[in-house]
């Protein structure tokens, strides 16, 4: 298991290189000038040279790669050319909004896609079966972004139990009770997906073990149907399951923009959607890096616990 | 959780009479109603966009001197706590009494005493020395480039200064400067408000915007980006024993900006109580929201939404193309359909709340026959190419962008001309704005607009063409210029009013630039908001606003 | 949201190598009748009565937005100010106005002229691209293929949404620039799709006898694997169409898609936003568009794939 293990990390770190050349490269697309917005109206020649200069600009691109790498690796991102602060103060804190939603969200996806999964499979063609597939069909098709203004306008602005934006109420001191209030429309709207990806799945994952001669042999056993299906059909319907559970986890972290953007989740989609927008090339950078390499992490993560559940897999 | 809105349901139907009546007081009245103002609360406030960085100096942008304002004083201010106009009137702010010498170019100002910064720095004349250095002198120690070009239009008479006494300086300008305390009193780009010195040694000029330090009635408490920044009365606010309205400590005990970029989710968090008042709300919601009991206030202010012509342009070189462009537009409907009544239809550039504006002015009303006629006579009567115009997608005092542009490119459709929108974010499109307008870019959009009429020169004087001004479309008379160069020097009011009026009159005969509308900007708060102020300006006074729960 | 490869949901392409095994199984099986896959779909298409009806209502839609000019009541920009934001069933408006007083009924079939183009060509763009890369590196599997997959591993490291965004963003707003996207963000998981299927195939008897009689790599690639890696392709294009509509829709309702006064379902939505308590069809409506296309897509996708693998439709 340790050598699986080492051998997968080692396998990250091509990646992760490849993953900042990409990044830098890319960013070298951004039309305009940068140090001209950074100055802004009555900037003068010398001033825009000399910030040029100061940021690295003027150097060949190899050298600026390498720099930018640098001081990447001692934690120093650079500045964000809107915000005029250091990107390690932004992009951390933001990443962190981001992963309370993208978790609460993976959580209502697992705790209610992996049993109806699991039982629709069980009581094929039974009503639950009917309405758990007609759900993820639904779900796996629904625009994040026209949800999250659906069940803003009736949950929020209608009835009024949940509140429309943030994650606190200002007026309050926060906490915990505060913080799920604020959670649950954001968290359902950007859950349908993954609920939808995961229900089918436990589904088709669940059907192929049940039909498979080793439940056929625990059967003939004679073990009671519940520790069938919840002990001896689950666990072998898990690797795929958490396989891909690791995979949504790693897209919510994107995936949570949308609805970031229409709840005014303070997250690092909506900050990196801003950047974009505003062409903050090092918060940009910092932000695709950040979430890149917790992406990477994730998947492997992911990757380790099935090998875990697997042994068969450890040995290619 | 329930609890919370059933609560606010019940509050919002008791006090609607009390609203309406408050504002039927509040507009001739100001601050001064029948209720007896309530001390403490947290006032929260829906920005319409994240603030810069909180540097008065150099900070762009009117939302963040929106939010500066009430940490930061100046030698000089409007008087916001009234809603009369045309313009706010100037007031001393840190600048007790003043005196001006005979030929307009010696300026010696007497400061308060006792006026501490939130740090607990004295305020004396060596402090404004050093600001003004700051702003204006590179050779200085504190010297901000970002702050020199914000403030360029302020000091540029300046040629000297001198400390007269512990509370008393003297300004020496190279020549008379008509509309200086005009520009003293702007807050468009920077201000020239004072900070802290010894606030500005601690963090230098890279991070005091981090940490703004001022002797306002507010001072700042915490910020967290993209989600609120919070301040608290300053209980040593110089002001805070006055009797004079204009200077007492504000009734809010905290004051917290939140910003929601986009108009929908601000919107939607007042109407679900999680804001006490907003502004650029889209005007379908204001309708809405007043119905619902919410207050509405606004009123004329220094803005204008216009588009600048690309003079350089085949076809737009033509005045008779131009014209017909100004005929085919109709601006009422704009306003009053499409804006529903929350702007006015704008025809010339110069903004209601600024002393040139002639409400009677009227040279191209919506006239579709005349338009094709003009176009027909020009050289390219068949249209012309298909015209690019850039309009920003959102951003601060634009309303609704996109669905104007929308009106006015189906408005020159109709008259014949071609016209293809190309939409940008906002800060992106500040970057492209600032550079001015190149080939085959055929119109600019903008918004803003000043209290003072030298904004007339800021946007049509040919020694601003863009990089170094606001002239992005290439406008060049010399008739106009000469008429600016008279206007700067001229020390008295009323000629000077006048100047700048007969300038902006020949930019419009010549249709350079395309008025659209002016904007009222509309504010909208919870009905136990007391005590707003809407007064003719792009900021507002907080200090005279206090809670009724 | 719709990120390409999450439709997947039979994961066992990517969810790991435990899956990877059956699906090699299966592709096996398959190959053994390599003429039979195009046909077997559309059998299997014209048995399953769901997916039949899906894709005629898609072509249903196709046509009314390919013939939108002379089926819309309206012109695109037709506006009637006095009936701005009129809900549905207004006289005249079946669906209702908008903000400028435009019908949106007319503005939905003009909207599909953008909405079903801006994602649908570059799925077939990015499906060009993939097989061909994807064959390359699946029968050259060391040397130019290793590096075709070490590449494109390198696209897995970021979250589709944000790698989309950040290269529509970047390059600015517009129709191309949002297809440009979307192909960059398809072709690595396509790419995988065919990868898979090449590697299994070019291991097959037939292609072994091919390579025997002298036969070209060029034409054992294209006569011999080509035919028996299509069906995962169309199947997994079939499916992620529909992702890529309400993909490409969202988008245009953050601001990178087309530019005013045009108008696709993405942009629709995002500007009843605004009115949302006012008049919450203006937004509601064409995201309800936008969820029955991608259902449909899906439908066909799920009839298709069903037939690949007739096991999981006891």
Redesign the interface.
């Known amino acids: 298991m340790a050598n699986y293990v080492v051998k997968r990390l080692l396998a990250v770190v091509?990646?992760?290189f490849?993953?900042s050349i990409?990044i830098f490269l890319?960013?070298q697309?951004?039309?305009?000038d940068v140090a001209?917005?950074l100055?802004?109206?009555?900037?003068t020649a010398e001033?825009i040279a000399a910030i040029r200069a100061e940021l690295g600009l003027d150097k060949p691109l190899h050298e600026q790669y390498v720099q930018w790498l640098f001081a990447i690796l001692q934690g120093d991102m650079g500045r964000s050319i809107?915000?005029?602060?250091p990107v390690v103060d932004?992009v951390v804190?933001?990443f962190f909004n981001t992963l309370i939603l993208a978790a609460a969200s993976l959580l209502i996806a697992i705790v209610v896609g992996v049993p109806v999964g699991v039982l629709s499979a069980v009581h094929?063609y039974s009503w639950l079966d009917r309405i758990g597939t007609v759900g993820?069909?639904?779900g796996?098709?629904?625009?994040?972004?026209?949800l999250a203004?659906?069940l803003?306008?009736v949950f929020?602005?209608?009835?009024?139990?949940?509140?429309?934006?943030?994650?606190y109420?200002?007026?309050g001191d926060g906490g915990l009770l505060d913080l799920l209030?604020h959670l649950v429309l954001p968290s359902i709207a950007t859950a349908a997906?993954?609920l939808?990806?995961i229900t089918?799945?436990a589904r088709?994952s669940t059907?192929?073990v049940i039909?498979s001669d080793y439940i056929t042999a625990v059967r003939a056993k004679g073990m009671s149907e519940r520790v069938v299906v919840w002990r001896h059909a689950l666990r072998n319907a898990l690797?795929?399951i958490i396989?891909?559970t690791g995979?949504?986890a790693?897209?919510l972290?994107?995936?949570t923009?949308?609805t970031e953007?229409?709840?005014?989740w303070?997250g690092i989609?909506?900050?990196?959607?801003?950047a974009?927008?505003?062409?903050d090339v090092p918060l940009?950078q910092g932000a695709?890096l950040f979430?890149?390499f917790f992406?990477?992490l994730l998947?492997l993560v992911a990757?380790i616990i099935?090998a875990y559940l697997?042994p068969?897999?450890r040995a290619? | 959780?329930?609890l919370?809105?059933v609560r606010?349901?019940g509050a919002s139907s008791a006090s609607l009479a009390a609203a309406l009546g408050a504002l039927a007081l509040g507009v001739s009245a100001g601050p001064v109603t029948a209720e007896e103002p309530k001390r403490g609360g947290?006032l929260?406030v829906g920005l319409d966009s994240?603030a810069?960085?909180l540097d008065n100096q150099a900070a762009?942008g009117w939302v963040t001197w929106r939010v500066n304002k009430n940490m930061f004083d100046a030698l000089w201010t409007e008087d916001l706590t009234r809603a009369e106009g045309p313009v706010p009137e100037i007031i001393g702010e840190l600048a007790e009494s003043w005196e001006v010498s005979e030929d307009g170019t010696e300026w010696t100002v007497k400061l308060r005493e006792g006026v501490t910064f939130h740090d607990g720095t004295a305020l004396n004349a060596e402090a404004v020395k050093w600001n003004i250095d700051r702003m204006w002198n590179e050779d200085s120690e504190q010297f901000s480039?970002?702050a020199n070009?914000?403030t360029?239009f302020s000091w540029q008479a300046l040629e000297s200064m001198e400390v007269v006494g512990e509370h008393t300086i003297k300004l020496v300008m190279a020549a008379p400067y008509g509309e200086f305390l005009g520009k003293q009193v702007d807050g468009g780009?920077g201000n020239v408000s004072l900070m802290s010195p010894s606030n500005w040694a601690k963090w230098g000029n890279?991070n005091v915007?981090?940490h703004p330090v001022g002797t306002g009635p507010f001072e700042f408490v915490e910020r967290?980006?993209?989600?609120?920044i919070v301040m608290e009365r300053y209980e040593d606010y110089w002001g805070a024993d006055s009797d004079d309205p204009r200077f007492r400590a504000p009734y809010l005990d905290r004051l917290?900006f939140?910003p929601?970029?986009?108009a929908a989710?601000r919107v939607?968090?007042l109407?679900?109580g999680?804001?006490d008042i907003a502004m650029s709300l889209p005007p379908d919601s204001i309708q809405r929201l007043e119905e619902k009991g919410f207050t509405v206030k606004q009123g004329p202010s220094p803005h204008v939404i216009y588009f600048t012509l690309n003079m350089r342009e085949e076809c737009l070189d033509d005045p008779n193309y131009r014209k017909a462009i100004q005929f085919a537009i109709n601006r009422e409907g704009i306003a009053n359909d499409l804006l529903g009544g929350t702007a006015l239809p704008a025809y010339g550039f110069v903004v209601p709340g600024n002393n040139s504006f002639d409400p009677d002015y009227k040279p191209y009303p919506y006239d579709p026959e005349k338009a094709k006629e003009l176009l027909a006579a020009s050289s390219c009567p068949d249209g012309g190419p298909t015209m690019t115009w850039l309009i920003p997608t959102g951003g601060s005092g634009n309303i609704i962008p996109v669905p104007i542009a929308e009106w006015v490119q189906r408005n020159l459709q109709e008259a014949g001309f071609d016209v293809a929108l190309e939409t940008y974010?906002w800060?992106?499109y500040l970057?492209?704005w600032?550079?001015g307008q190149q080939e085959d870019q055929h119109a600019y959009w903008m918004s803003w607009g000043m209290t003072t009429p030298i904004w007339v020169e800021v946007v049509s004087h040919s020694k601003w063409f863009a990089?170094?001004?606001?002239n992005v479309g290439w406008y060049e008379n010399a008739e106009v210029d000469a008429l600016l160069d008279q206007a700067l020097t001229e020390m008295d009011d009323a000629k000077r009013y006048d100047l700048y009026k007969q300038a902006h009159d020949l930019v419009m005969e010549e249709a350079a630039i395309v008025p659209i509308v002016h904007d009222s900007t509309p504010y909208v708060m919870q009905p136990y908001v007391k005590g707003y102020v809407h007064a003719p300006q792009n900021w507002q006074d907080f200090r005279t606003v206090w809670l009724d729960n | 949201?719709?990120?390409a490869?999450?439709?997947f949901?039979?994961?066992?392409l990517?969810?790991?190598?435990?899956?990877r095994e059956?699906w090699e199984a299966r592709a096996k099986r398959d190959a053994r009748k390599p003429e039979s896959s195009l046909r077997l779909l559309w059998t299997a298409l014209k048995r399953d009565k769901l997916a039949m009806a899906s894709a005629v209502f898609l072509l249903l839609v196709a046509l009314a937005t390919i013939f939108a000019p002379w089926l819309a009541p309206y012109g695109p920009n037709e506006a009637n100010p006095s009936l701005r934001l009129e809900p549905p069933l207004t006289e005249g408006h079946l669906l209702g106005l908008d903000g400028q007083g435009r019908d949106i009924l007319t503005r939905l079939l003009y909207g599909g002229r953008v909405s079903l183009p801006i994602a649908l060509i570059p799925v077939a763009i990015a499906t060009f691209i993939s097989v061909i890369l994807g064959l390359i590196a699946g029968f050259y599997r060391k040397g130019v293929g290793e590096v075709i997959m070490?590449?494109l591993?390198?696209?897995?490291?970021?979250?589709?949404?944000?790698?989309a965004?950040?290269?529509a963003?970047?390059?600015?707003p517009g129709m191309m620039n949002v297809m440009l996207s979307i192909v960059i963000v398809l072709i690595p998981y396509i790419t995988r799709v065919v990868y898979t299927a090449t590697m299994v195939v070019s291991e097959e008897d037939f292609v072994q006898a091919a390579r025997a009689c002298g036969a070209s790599d060029t034409r054992i690639i294209f006569s011999e694997v080509l035919p028996n890696v299509m069906s995962p392709v169309i199947v997994y294009g079939t499916t992620t169409m529909?992702?890529q509509v309400?993909f490409a829709?969202?988008l245009s309702?953050?601001?990178l898609g087309v530019q005013p006064p045009i108008a696709d379902w993405?942009i629709m939505?995002?500007s009843g936003?605004d009115v949302?308590?006012v008049a919450?069809h203006v937004?509601?409506i064409p995201?309800?568009v936008?969820?029955?296309v991608?259902?449909a897509?899906?439908?066909v996708g799920?009839g298709l794939r069903d037939a690949l693998d007739p096991?999981?439709r006891?």
């Open positions: 091509p990646i992760l490849g993953v990409v890319f960013l697309l951004v039309p305009g001209a917005t100055l802004g109206p009555r900037a001033s809107i915000l005029q602060v932004i804190p933001k094929q993820a069909v639904l796996a098709a629904t625009p994040t972004f026209w203004l659906v803003m306008y929020a602005l209608n009835l009024g139990w949940f509140p429309t934006s943030g994650m109420d200002l007026r209030h997906i993954p939808a990806v089918r799945l088709s059907l192929e039909r690797p795929p396989s891909i995979l949504q790693g897209f972290l994107g995936g923009l949308f953007v229409i709840f005014t303070p989609g909506l900050q990196l959607y801003e974009i927008l505003g062409r940009v695709m979430i890149a992406f990477v998947n990757d099935v697997n068969k897999l290619r | 959780m329930s919370k809105s606010r349901r947290t929260i994240e810069d960085f762009g480039a970002k070009g914000c360029a780009c890279e915007g981090e967290v980006r993209g989600e609120k917290i939140v929601y970029t986009d989710s939607a968090a109407e679900a999680e804001i974010e800060q992106t970057s492209f600032w550079r990089p170094n001004g606001s | 949201m719709t990120d490869m999450q439709d949901s039979r994961a066992e990517e969810a790991g190598r435990a899956a059956a070490r590449v591993d390198i696209f897995y490291a970021f979250p589709t949404v944000m790698l965004i950040a290269i963003g970047i390059l600015g529909g992702l309400v829709a969202g309702f953050l601001g993405g939505t995002a936003r949302l308590s919450p937004s509601t995201g309800i936008l969820l029955l991608a259902l897509f899906n439908l799920d096991r999981l006891l």
